[in-house]
């Protein structure tokens, strides 16, 4: 999302352009890399965007103590997730007067449909961020029939008005922290990389939820309602394991099963103790431990296979479930 940034002095320097349109709605992983070095500080961002999503994530350091002006240049309707990774900072949007508290480790669920406005910032502090932005359409999918909380977000952004999940920022949690972890540091390639991705975006979009309802001390409640849920997760489960070669997309699967992303996934976590992406490469390994021992085929063609990015990555992964290498059962 492409961002004009100002100085005290008027100066504008232009950040992240030109990405956003070209990726936010195709069905295949881009993802861009930048390094920025300002007058008043030096920050690196990353972008990722797919199928609806938007990732973006990175660090800022400060040369002097600074205001900053903001003008959102690539405006798009979009639900963000911000997870405060480090630093302590303040926005506030002329656009509709609010101020945004952003403290090292918290998070919220934003919906602001247009933002101007300013940052403070301090010299020497770090500032490190992560964030998912969905587009409203997508949101409206994933939080249809799911929590509450969430559907009562949804309605807020329905009407256009601006929202924040939970009045008072929430700490991140291990969980949370867990699942940002994974996607920073993705392992995977091709269609799986868009499988795994919009797995964990879901993912935390479900752990909000759930810290949401935990803060006003709410019992978890159940997704899977009646017995036809429950068969449609198996649905999932054996349609996954039948097209195990060529994957669905999460978004695709849930179509086929009949039932939204965050029923899919919160379901399935529910009924098979793993995410929809823990299973499928759970499944694929055991297949790849069969192959093994069959001598038929090399570690590398197997790790290739199974989108694996680096031999090195595959063998981690191989490890951690069955406990010896690949080359000891290709052995």
Known sequence: MAMDVYDSGGKKFIVGSGFFYDAI????VAERREKYSFPFGDAELVQIAFSGIYIVYGDMI???NKRLRFDVVEQH?????HFTLKGIGAMTNFANG??????ENEHNLHYTPQFSGVGDYKK????????????????????????????????????????????????ITLAMHQCIHEIMNCKVTGGLKLMFLQSKCVELLILQ??????ALGKPSSSIIKTDFDKERILFARDYLIQNAQQPPTLRELSKIAGINEFKLKKGFKEVFNTTVFGFLADHKLGQAKDLLGSGNISIKELADDLGYSSVQHFSTAFKKKFGVTPGRINN
Do not use: I
């Open 124 to 171: 020497g502090q770090q500032h490190r961020f992560f964030e998912v932005h969905f587009t409203t359409e997508y949101f409206f999918e994933l939080s249809k029939n799911s929590s509450p909380a969430l559907m009562s977000f949804a309605e807020s952004v329905a009407a256009n008005k601006a929202a924040d999940f939970c009045k008072e920022n929430l700490p």
């Open 25 to 28: 709605d195709k069905p295949l």
């Open 209 to 214: 939820a759930q810290a949401y309802e935990d």
């Open 62 to 64: 400060m040369k002097e």
């Open 98 to 103: 609010q101020t945004y508290q952003f403290k």
């Open 77 to 81: 309707d979009l639900v963000e997730m």
